[in-house]
Each structure stands twice: as C-alpha cells, then as structure tokens.
C-alpha cells in the first residue's frame, strides 16, 4: 500500500511541474504544493478566505512578474535611450482600425502639406490615386510611362528590397561581387551599398520627371497646333463648346421636377374626419366623464389614494411641466366650406365671446401684416424695429387667420384703420402696473383684444419663457378685476368678459393660478381678521373681494369634498356671513351676494349651511318691526333690537303697491348712489324678496335633512309673524305663504339612528419582532458614516501593509539579484585570474624549461 | 427778586432760589416764589419747579427742619412767643403742606410729563417722610407711614374726571413694594367708600381708574414675612401688621369688597368677572363673601352668567358652596349665541369640567348633548369642530346616553320627542330623542365637520378625544390650516366659464344683474 501511494504520489509530482507551468491550474492543484491553513474552531457565519493557499505557486508567479518588470528596470537602469513608437493610436484601443487609418492618413497629409514652401499661395493641394495625380491621370498621357516604370520599377524593386530586407544575401553577395570587379578589392560596407542605391533611385526618379514633363510639353504644343488646325477646320466648333458650358447650369426642367417629386414629402395618411353626431358624442362621452370624476370628488371617497398614486412620468421628461396633453397640431378640417381652425371648444367660445368685432381685426389684421401689401410702417407703431420676431410672435394669430378672405378693398380699409389699430403683439407684462398701463383707458373690447393677443403671443408652445409669463398674467388679471371692482362705479361688465380669460388661463396652469386665487383670498381674510381682532367685529368687505369668491366658484369645482381653494374660500364666507354685522342696505346686497353664492357653491353637492339659515333669518327678521320674539332666537351678527334691527321695514303704504319685483345691482354693493326715499323703500322690498326666494331655495334643498324641522322652526315662526304682518305686497305674502307651506308638507319620519355594526375586533397576533442582528466581526455599535469611515481606515491599513511587504519583497528580488550578480563576477574574475596564472605558470614553466635547457647546453 | 422770561430763565432763578433757601433762614421768602412758579401755565416752568420743590423739601427733611407733630394753625404760631426756630419750623411745614397739595393737583395736569413728574415726586416724599416722620412716635418701634400725603397721592390717581390708565401702569412699580401695596389697599378702600357717600352717580372713568389700579394689585402666594419695603426701616418688626401677609389680605378684601358693593357698569362687571377666579379669589381673606355677588351675576344671565360661572365653579370646588339648580341654570345658559360669545373658549372648557363627573344622571348629559346637537345647528365651522367632538365625549363618558346614537330596535318617530322649549333637563325627554341634527350635520359643507359628525356611525371609540387644542380655534386658523394643506392637485371646473354670474339658470343669475 505505502509503494502504491508513493507511486500515485510520483505521478502527481511528475504532473506538478507541467501544471504549474501552465499558470494558475485551478482544476487540478498539486497537493503537495497546496498548504491548508487548519482552522482550530468552526465558526458559524465567518468567511475563511484563507484556509487553502498554494504557496509555491504563488511565489513563482511572483518571482517570474519581478523579473519581467523589476529586473529589467534594474538592468536598464543606466540607459538614457529609449524605443519609442510614434505610430498613431498604435496602443488606443478606443479608435478602431479605419479610423485610425483615416487619422494617420490625415497627419501624412499634413505633414506632406507643411514641407511645401509657405510662400506658395496658389499651390493647391494635388488629389491622387494610387500616389497618382489626378490631373495626370486624366490626361492619359502618362499610361505609357507608368507601363515603362512598371518595368523599371518592378527590377529596381526587386533589388532594393533584396537590399532592405535582409533575405537576399545571395543577391547581395553576387551584387558585392560585380562592384568588387568593377570598382576594385574593397568590399563595400552596407551603409555605402544602401547609400549608393539611394543615389541611383534618385538619379532614376529625377530622369523619370524630366521625360515626363518633355511628354506634357510635346502634347500641350500638339494640343495647341491642333486648336489652331482646328479653327481653320470649321466655324462651328467654338459655339458647340459654349453650348456645352451652357447646358451644364441650366438643368432639364423636367429632371429637375422628377427629382423634386422624388424628394417630396409623402402624403401622411390622417385620421377619418369625424362626422358631427361622432363628434357630439365624443363630447358628451368627456362630459360624462368628468362629471363621474366629480361626483367621486364630491363624495370625498378616495381622496387619499388618488392623492397617493404618482402621475406617470416619462423618462424624457424634462421636468419643465410641459404636457402634450392636448396636441397642438391641427388637422385640416373643413366646416361649411370654410377651413376650421378651431378645435378646442373653449377656444371656440373664445371666439363666440369676443364677437364678430375680433374676428373682423384679425383679418384685417393678416392684410395689414402681409409683407407684399403693407407699404407703410404705420401698422407696427412700436415694434416695427424687429419685424423678425414680431412675425416670430405672430404665429399663432397667422393659424387662426383664413388666408384669402381679406378682398383687396377691405384690405384698403383695413390700412386705414391700422393707424387706429392696437398693436398685434403684446409682451407679456412683468408687474401689475404694466398690466394696468396697458389697459387702462381702452374700451372694454379693446382690453379684451389685449388680453387675448397677450397670450396668443406668448403661448407656452412658442417659448421657454412664456409659461412663466403666463401665470404672472393671470395673477395680475386676478389684480385688475379687484381693482376694476373698487373703482367707482365698478366696471363690471369688463369683469363679466375678462373671467372667460381667467377661466381659459386657468385651464392652462391649475396650480400657479389657484396660488394666486389663494393669496388673493388670504389678503382677504388677514384684513378682516385684523379687524375682528382689533374691534371684535368686522365690516363687510367690498365688492372686489366677493368678485374674487365668485370667480372661485366659476373656475373650481365647488361640489368637491375637499378642495385646496374652494374649501378656504367657503370657510372666508361663513366668516362674512357670521362675524359681519349688517349696517346699511348696500350691506344686506352683499350679504344676500355672499349667501347667493353660497347656495350656488353647494348647488351640486347639496351641502348644510347653518350661517345661511341664520343669516337670512336675520335678514328677514330686519324686515319685521321690532318685537318680542317668539320662538326663534337671533345670532350674531344680528340683533333683536337695535340701530339696524328695522332696515328693511317699509312702512309707506304706495311705495310697497307700486313696488314691482326686479333683480339687485351687484353696483348697488359698492355704493348706493343719493336715491329718493321711494327707490331706498324698493330696494329693501327687492332685498326681502331674493331673501325670501332664497329661503325657498334653501328650503328645497334641505327637505331631505333629518333634522329638517329643527332647522327650519325658527323661520317658519318669522314667516307666520310675516304674514300676520300683511304689510307686504301681494307677491312677497304668496312667496312666504308657499315656503310655509312647503315646509308643513314636508313629513318626515324620524329613523332612530344605528351605528353601523364594526367588525369584530380580531385578536391580538403577537407577530415576532425582528431586530437586525449585528454580525461577528463588523464594527458595531456607531452611525452609518462612523462604519463607512471605519472600513476605510481598515482598508488603508491592509493596503499599506500590502504595499511595505511589496517593496520590501523587491528589495529582497533586487539584493538577490545583485547578489548573484555580483558572484557571477566574481567567478568570472576568479576564472580569469586563475587562467593567468595558468598561462603565467606555463610561461614560467617553458621559460625555466627553457633557461634549464640552456643551463644544460 | 427779578427773573427773565422763558424756562431757561426760570430755571436759573429757581436755581438761585433753592441756593438762597437752603443757605439761610433769612433767605426763606424765596419759597414763595418758588411755589408760585409751581402754578405757572407753562409746562416747562412748571416741570422746573416740581424738581426745585423736590430737592428743596428733600433737603429740609433730611435736616429735620420741618416741624414734627401735630402742626398748630400758622397764624396762631406766628402770633405767639415761641422761639424764631420753632416759628421757622412751623412755616416752613406749612409750606411743605401748601406745595404736596399743589403737586396732588399736578397729578390731573394736561400733560403727561407733568403728572408723571409729579408722582414720582410725591413718592419720593412719600419716602422721606417714612424716614423721617413728621409725626412723633408714641412709642419705641411705632410704625409711622404718611398717611395724609399717600392719601393725597391716591386722590389724585382716582380721579373722577380723566382716564389715568398710563400714570396706574407707573404707579404700578411702586406696588412692588409690600408696605406701598398694603397702605394702597387701605386707602383705596377708603376713597371708594368715600365716593360712593358722595355722590351716588359716579362717572365711569372714576371706575375705570379704580378698576385699572385693583386690577394692578396683586398679593404674594405664600405667607412668607413681608419685608420688602420702599421706606427704608431699620428694623423690620414683627409686631407691624404691614409684614404679615395676612393682614395684606384682610386689606384686600376690604379694598374688593367696598368695590364690588357699588353698582357697576356692564363692561366693568365683565371685566372684573374676568379676572375674578384667578386674581381675587385666590387672595381674599375669605372667598366665600363673594358668593352673593357671584351667584347675583350668574342669574343676570347671557355673558354675565357664563364669566360668573368660573369664579362659581372656584368657589364649589374649594370652597364647597353647595349651590341649588347648577345646572339647571348651565342648560339654561346654552342658547345659539353661546357659539358666536367672546368667551366661547372658557365656558366649554368649564362646561367640560361640569359635565366630566361621571355620577351624574343620564338624563341631564342626554338633555345637554341632544341642547348642544340643536344649537350646533346654527354654528359655524370653527365652534362646530369643537362642539361635535365634545357632545360625543359626552356620550362616551356615559354608556347609558349611547342610545341617542345608536337605538336598534327603536320605533320610528313622527317628531322628534325632546323639547327644546323645556328648561329643565328633567323633563326635556332627550333621552327618548336621537342625535339627527349630527346626521344632518354630515352634509355640511366643510370637510372636516362633515368627518366629526359621521363619528357617530361607528361605534364611539373609548378613549377621549382631548377639545382642549379646539377650544381657541377661530374661522381665520381654519382657513389657514385649508390653504396651507400642502401640494395638492388643483381639480378644475370643466363647464366652461360664460360670464361673471355665470349660466342662465343659476341663482346669481336669478337675482343679481351687473347694472
């Protein structure tokens, strides 16, 4: 057994080497090289890494590394020259082989370009083939020499590179010996045979030019000669010639359309044209959506999770909020024989809302713009100085134009009227103040125009900038209706026309305009909250601020159940209607106002509003006379009795019969104007009347509500005293009379109320509690950045022990390497010595010989 | 002797003058003048002399050359055959006299400067004079305090005719000091008494002045000796009842009591009803006097009743006043102007406190949650995010009054069976009732209200919900609490906007016109 296992073992070691000289065999290692570095303790979880090492190997990897680099270092360690390959990219793996070429390619040229004289301007740069001159070429003049050289060539090829490249020495030598019989005995050195052969390429090539410049010489002469025979000959050559030239700019115009056609764009096949019943039902198909989207909102379902789920985002996305929600190209669409530029519903209305008058501008507007017809400056007052951006700008207004409808003579008046004209290209204003400038004193259809041609001039799609510019605009707008509503007499049909645009830019930037919605009703608030700090209660505030929560309600869905804007602004009328006591009759228009567009706010989602029932309570009850009251009790702000507590009391008998029922001014809320006593009496009857209509309303509304009579007891004992009262007109006493007796009608039956059965409660699941467990050996107990810092520390340490062990070995490679070095020299020096003395000893021997010899002669 | 026009020159003559005085007896005339310059019409003279007088009299009291004792009539001194010195002394008292009446007048001067001038003068007097009394002790360590000229001093704050709230908050330093605040005390007391026999119609501002210097006063919490006094004293004795806080609160006492005898105005009442539970009660020698004038203000009813509640409420807890039909008398308080009061924040609060005991009768908070359930009817959001979680602690406090809630196989009703009209919580029926109006009141219009009242459809969960954080809360933190709810996407309208009151058939349409 032992012979056999020495024998395996044999075998193994006989195969060592061969593997080892393989490299890093890993298949196979040699157990006798293999060294097991045994562990005493099995330790779970730790990672040997060096329980198996193969040290002989590894040493020879080493020592075989060092003396490649090392030692050669070290032997060249004295020399100053050096190989260095200049061929480009030689060792730039990046650059692929063409490449390369082509780059190697270009330095030659270069280099050939650069050694011509610098002062040669007209020299051009000579196109080759093949190292040919193309102009040579073309002449075919040069065949016949070419052939020639071929020939000469292919001979002095053959012994120049028998010359150069070493292989011929049999060529060599014959060679060698013909010059030793031509030239004499001496055997010429290699350098004196390449310089010679040098000379004679030279001398060859120098002949070579001569010729071919005599050939070039001969046939140009030949050339001319033949010019001259030539016009002698006939008339008619030199015109063909110029024919020629001729034909040669002037291409067929029938190549010229083919190859046009063949670039031409083709035709892109677009959609079906969508016949109108599609269409109305697409629209009603987006409608019903949305309203499904909003009673969702309305019932406050999901508010989380649609809050929760990210929108999609597309990787090319650049984050700038641009949404090609809406495709801004337009398919070419025909509506009763006119072109129909317009898509979008909302741009449709905008065109509806701004009448016929805009529409006419505008195509007067594409006369007065066309460069061809406007002769004169006058129709770019301002701008004419950039005319390129201006028709930059001027896009969009071109889309919406049909071309060819301004006739000649309209296009005539059209000119005249520019001179009154507004301009066509607004910038978009920077502060409120520009906004105002350039708004103030126009007409109102003027500073609609305005409006509209600001942002169609800067509609995001044109530029980066614009969107930006945009949401400021619509803050300012929001600026100018308050300020247009605070003037005196407020302008509110300007208001009326300019909410289409707040709507449409609203649209456009939800967030940015609901920001400046919610700072405008901040200002609000802050003001009147001040007040009712400072005074306990607060005054009305005027009109601008109730225009502001009407807009709300026509720019946002107020049926949500909760929204970021609606939400504040219903919270900012429950303040008026509760903390603003009633003074005078222009503060009941307001406050009917505020109630009004309360109810409207909740006209969807049906919502209970306590402070309207009590405020119209106390608006009615100011209609009453002053009494003791029965069964209902007044809140705040309204008093029992008081200053205010009869200011809708009529009391004059013919101005109640010749009342006649109308609407209120929303001017009146501003101010209300020195008014004869009579039209005081008929405002405050119309005041009891909306009041009254309101309730009823109201009424409607709430009958579903459990608590239906509760809420409604306190109105029905004012309405009784209303009616006892009998000092209204007949149309206000019916009105009442019919609330009373929609609220009699209205039986309900009190469900008593059950809580809705809860789950039961489950019982407790002790889930384990998992806690990271910290390994063996990693630095515990400190932060994250502490570990990191750790590690790094430790790494630097094994790194720079690694390195010490490095050099130290190469020093130890080196000291060896010296070392036998130095006992090679030794040896040798000894083996020379001793040779010396070798021969010395000889010579001393022969010479004793020889004197013994002498002595024996 | 001569003086130029103008306050420069008046204050080098008065300069001159206090020289001359303090130099020689002989020179004493002076004071004459100088006391004339103290009624000039100019302010700036007038501020000169007050501080001429100042350092003049300081000085004359710190060399003891004022009379000391009962001071005889001048006329009677000049007349007899006493010493020079002693007539000296005696005139020069007088003068003293005639100059801290002038300076008591002062105090009502037009110009604040003046008055304030003035006081601080008068108190500094004050304090010489405790030093150096100018009546003769009856005996070793007698306590002497200037009566007489603090007299003068506090008439002159209590002024009947102008409103001296800015000249109080000055004086109030002095209040720091224990003996100041007890003679204060003392004499408050008697101007007020003195007032009210007067004249039985006093003006306002006198109460106000009265009310703003009471208000100023307040005593040390524990009984530790009194010793910080603004006369300096050698040694504090035991024996004085200036150091014991005890006495300090007898003149407390008397000082409130002769305050609230008077009838007082309405904003006045308010104000002390305020501050009764925190700043009088916990001082008074015995707190239980002011049970007649609390119970008084609780049966005025309205806000009156809701601030008397609190001091009512100190009273019962530490003082263990057993008061018939409390709450009877707290449902009767709740009516729908209990959410749009001032005092919103502290009567829930104590109403909380009230209704927290869990020994009272089912029938009582049924009848309070079903009063407050109606009232919520009329309340705006803010009170309303306070009253619903307080009406459903109510019912979580008591199991019994679940049924208002939750009634499984209840019949059902034609109306509802409680009786708002009722007042007493006995026999209002709430417990025959539901909680509808909570029900109506999930469809109110804001959000978080509506999520509060639709707590009841589930069944109550146990622990508490703390209203403490929303009893301050107003309409203007609920606004801002909506608009700063952080980034939210914007919902838009998608009817498309057709004018400023919009469609045809909206109500703004129906009613308003824009010209």
Known sequence: MGKAKAAGARRKASGAPSGARRGPAKACPNPFEVKVNRQKFQILGRKTRHDVGLPGVSRARAIRKRTQTLLKEYKERDKSNVFRDKRFGEYNSNISAEEKMMKRFALEQQRHHEKKSIYNLNEDEELTHYGQSLADIEKHNDIVD?????????????????????????????????????????????????????????????????????????????????????????????????????????????????????????????????????????????????????????????????????????????????????????????????????????????????????????????????????????????????????????????????????????????????????????????????????????????????????????????????????????????????????????DLRVIDKLVVQLYSLCQMFPESASDSVKFVLRDAMHEMEEMIENKGRAALPGLDVLIYLKIVGLLFPTSDFWHPVVTPALVCMSQLLTKCPVLSLQDVVKGLFVCCLFLEYVSLSQRFIPELVNYILGILYMATPNKQSQGYALVHPFRARGKNSELLLVSDREDVATWQRSSLSLRWASGLRTQTATEANHIRLSCVAVGLSLLKHCVLMYSTLPSFHAITTPLRALLTEHLVDCSHPRELQELSQSILTEMENQKQLHRPLTCEKSKPVPLKLFTPRLVKVLEFGKKQGSSKEEQERKKLIHKHKREFKGAVREIRKDNQFLARMQLSEIMERDAERKRKVRQLFNSLATQEGEWKALKRKKFKK | ???????????????????????????????????????????????????????????????????????????????????????????????????CNRLGELLAHSSFQVKELALSTLMKFVQLEGTHPLEKPKWEGNYLFPRKLFKVVLGGLLSPEEDHSLLLSQFREHLEYDDIRYHTMQAAADALARVADRDPEVSLTFWNNA????????????????????????????????????????????????????????????????????????????????????????????????????????????????????????????????????????????????????????????????RLARLALTAPPEALLMVLPFICNLLRRHPACRVLVHRPQGPELDADPYDPAEEDPAKSRALESCLWELQALQRHYHPEVSKAASVINQVLSVPEVSIAPLLELTAYELFEQDLNKGPRPVPLEFVPAQGLLGRQDDLCTQHFTLS
Request: hydrophobic letters at 35%; proline letters at 5%.
């Open chain 1, 146 to 490: 070419s052939d020639s050289d071929v020939e000469e060539r292919g001979t002095l090829s053959a012994e120049l590179t028998a010359s150069h490249f070493g292989g011929g020495s049999r060529l060599l030598h014959p060679k060698t010996f013909q010059q030793e019989g031509e030239e004499g005995e001496q055997p010429k050195s290699r350098k004196e045979l390449i310089e010679e052969l040098i000379a004679k390429s030279k001398q060859e090539k120098r002949e070579r030019q001569a010729q071919r410049e005599d050939a070039l010489e001969l046939t140009e002469k030949l050339d001319q000669d033949w010019k001259e025979i030539q016009t002698l000959l006939s008339h008619k050559t030199p015109k063909s010639e110029n024919r020629d030239k001729k034909e040669k700019p002037k291409p067929d115009a029938y190549d010229m359309m083919v190859r046009e056609l063949g670039f031409e764009m083709k035709a892109q096949p677009s959609n079906r044209m969508k016949t109108e019943e599609e269409l109305a039902h697409e629209e009603q198909e987006r409608l019903r959506k949305l309203e499904a989207e909003r009673l969702r909102r309305m019932l406050g379902k999901d508010e989380d999770e649609n809050f929760k789920k990210p929108k999609h985002m597309s990787a090319d996305d650049l984050n700038d909020g641009f949404v090609l929600d809406k495709d801004d190209r337009r398919l070419l669409s025909y509506k009763d024989g006119k072109m129909n530029v317009e898509e979008d519903v909302q741009e449709e209305q905008r065109q509806e809302a701004s009448g016929d008058k805009s529409e006419e501008d505008e195509s007067e507007g594409s006369s007065g713009e066309d460069p061809e017809e406007s002769d004169g400056p006058e129709s770019h007052s301002d701008l004419a100085s950039d005319v390129e951006s201006e028709e930059e700008n001027e896009k969009p207004e071109k889309e919406h134009q049909s071309p060819g409808k301004a006739s000649i003579t309209r296009g005539q008046k059209a000119r005249n009227a520019a001179s009154t004209e507004l301009p066509y290209t607004f910038a978009a204003p920077e502060s409120y103040e520009e906004l105002r400038s350039l708004l103030s004193g126009r007409s109102m259809e003027e500073q609609l125009l305005v409006v509209e041609r600001i942002q169609k001039c800067n509609h995001p799609s044109l530029a980066v900038g614009n969107k930006a510019k945009l949401e400021k605009l619509f803050g300012f707008l929001l600026e100018y209706v308050g300020d247009l509503a605070t003037d005196d007499p407020p």
């Open chain 2, 1 to 99: 002797m001569e003086r130029e026009p103008g306050p420069e020159g008046a204050r080098r003559a008065l300069g001159r003058w206090l020289e001359a005085v303090l130099a020689s007896r002989g020179q004493a005339n002076a004071v004459f003048d100088i006391l004339a310059v103290l009624q000039s019409e100019d302010q700036e003279e007038v501020r000169e002399a007050v501080r001429t007088c100042s350092r003049l009299f300081g000085a004359l009291l710190e060399r003891g050359e004022l009379f000391v004792g009962q001071l005889p009539s001048e006329e009677t001194v000049m007349a007899g055959s006493r010493g020079a010195m002693r007539k000296y002394q005696v005139w020069m008292r007088h003068r003293y006299h005639s100059c």
């Open chain 2, 211 to 370: 009310f703003t210097l009471l208000s100023a006063v307040s005593l040390p919490r524990q009984g530790r000796n009194l010793s910080n006094f603004y006369v300096p004293r050698s040694g504090p004795s035991d024996k004085w009842k200036v150091a014991h806080l005890r006495e300090h609160r007898k003149a407390f006492q008397a000082m409130w009591l002769s305050f609230l005898k008077h009838k007082l105005p309405l904003s006045l009442y308010k104000k002390v009803l305020v501050i009764t539970h925190d700043a009088i009660l916990p001082h008074m020698a015995q707190p239980t006097l002011l049970i007649d004038f609390l119970s008084s203000a609780y049966d005025l009813g309205g806000a009156v009743s809701l601030l008397a509640l609190n001091g009512l409420f100190v009273l019962m807890h530490k003082h263990n006043l057993e008061y018939p039909d409390f709450y009877r008398k707290l449902y009767g308080l709740l009516d729908p102007s209990i959410f749009h009061v001032k005092y919103r924040a502290r009567f829930f609060h104590l109403a909380d406190l009230f209704l927290s005991s869990s020994h009272l009768p089912a029938y009582l908070v049924a009848a309070f949650a079903k």
